[in-house]
């Protein structure tokens, strides 16, 4: 071993914020059906205005406002019914002083009319005669032909994961594909002699199954990327520079299981520098100090500890949101979280950011805590909180936000 530990450490908000790749995915069509949680590569304007017409947002009467102005239980309007509008259909009646026509939800206002009164506030007290108990002002019960969306309006911009809403706006328009960037292709390569694959039947002593290389192929499915499996590359002097010179044409992003030892680091920092440029080796973030960023032709690179439980917090505080950044979102969509208390005092170093998985149960936040080998620790948590780089720990009792594991 050469001894040689790190670079100076970043720290993970300077990573987040000048660790910028600029290599994205190319850009597909896809039809809507299959365009939930991917991101357009341009924002999407409205061919025509939203609803299109002015309609009904409730079941009632059509009615002139003035016509109203007044009424009460003890001083009703009195108006003639007039007729009816169907749904799917243009009026084929118009709305006439103390004049009204019945209208259901989402139906067209007929010419003549400037809102409708809900039913709740009428009554039919004769055949042909609708009492009015309650006014309405002009526009009430109502949308506008284009208060949706405006003609020419953005219905969806670039960059952000399209959700259900958003294709439902879209189907509306008429707008029935969308460009959007293409899912991720993140290799995944693992390094080490110990390492063998998960089928192995019987370890002999020293070996370890591949796990890190199984969970992070979840975070990538989960993040909406597609995990390219690169097999375990030994310690043989050359065989990552030649796996990377390998894969490196065929991805996105390419993500090292990198090994605990520092010769072992000190390898893959060789190999990655031999084909293209290291931004940091060593983070300030506890654990996973021993992260690697690269940049080699364009294509980000993430060298992850090989203690699992260090490799996958670091992938989601820094792989994930390169995953998100690769296919044209810049901001991933927020996880889901909730509040709880600190059952406990947690100390941390100042400059350092602390990811510490918990378990939550009835508002209280349990810390757990175990070597970095132990996935246990992970499968344990209900989600994770940050002790933030300036704090030196957290007291017992204090509110915190916790990030929760789908």
Not at 299 to 309: K, R
Not at 316 to 321: L, N
Not at 375 to 386: C, E, N, Q
Not at 387 to 396: H, I, Q, R, S, Y
Request: glycine share 12%.
């Amino acid at each position: 071993m050469s001894g040689r530990e790190f670079f100076t450490a970043r720290t993970v908000s300077e990573a987040l914020t000048g660790f910028r790749p600029l290599h994205r995915t190319p850009v597909e069509r896809l039809e809507l059906a299959a365009a939930l949680h991917r991101v357009p590569a341009a924002p999407v304007s409205a061919p025509c205005a939203l609803p299109g017409f002015v309609r009904s947002t409730v079941d009632g009467f059509a009615v002139r406002a003035a016509d109203t102005y007044g009424a009460s239980e003890g001083l009703p309007s009195y108006l003639d019914l007039l007729g009816a509008v169907r749904m799917g259909a243009a009026p084929d009646v118009a709305v006439r002083a103390a004049g009204c026509v019945a209208i259901p939800t989402g139906a067209v206002l007929p010419d003549g009319a400037d809102a409708v009164v809900m039913v709740e506030y009428t009554a039919e007290t004769m055949p042909g005669t609708i009492e009015v108990t309650r006014p309405v002002a002009p526009g009430g019960g109502l949308v506008r032909a284009d208060e949706d969306v405006a003609a020419g309006a953005a219905l969806v911009p670039a960059g952000r994961p399209l959700r259900a809403p958003e294709l439902g706006l879209l189907a509306a328009a008429g707008v029935t594909t969308v460009a959007v960037h293409a899912r991720p292709r993140v290799a995944i390569i693992s390094t080490g002699d110990e390492v063998v694959p998960p089928h192995t039947a019987e370890l002999t002593p020293g070996q370890v199954r591949d796990a890190t290389a199984s969970a992070l192929a979840g975070l990538v499915v989960d993040a909406g990327g597609e995990p390219v499996p690169a097999g375990i590359v030994s310690d043989e002097p050359g065989a990552l520079k030649a796996r990377l010179s390998d894969v490196l044409p065929e991805v996105d992003l390419v993500v090292i299981s990198a090994g605990s030892s520092v010769g072992t680091r000190d390898e893959t920092a060789g190999a990655v520098a031999e084909v293209g440029d290291i931004w940091c080796h060593g983070l300030a973030i506890k654990p996973g100090k021993p992260t690697l960023l690269a940049e080699c032709g364009g294509i980000p690179l993430i060298g992850l500890p090989g203690n699992p439980l260090s490799a996958l917090v670091v992938f989601g505080q820094i792989g994930i949101p390169l995953l998100w950044r690769t296919a044209g979102c810049e901001t991933p969509p927020p996880r889901p979280s909730t509040r709880a208390r600190l059952s406990r005092d947690l100390a941390s170093a100042a400059g350092r950011l602390d990811v510490v998985q918990v378990r939550v149960r009835d508002g209280i936040a349990e810390p757990l805590f175990g070597p970095s080998a132990l996935l246990s620790v992970l499968t344990r948590a209900d989600g994770y909180l940050i002790v933030p780089e300036p704090a030196t720990g957290l007291d017992t009792g204090t509110d915190v936000e916790i990030t929760l594991y789908a």
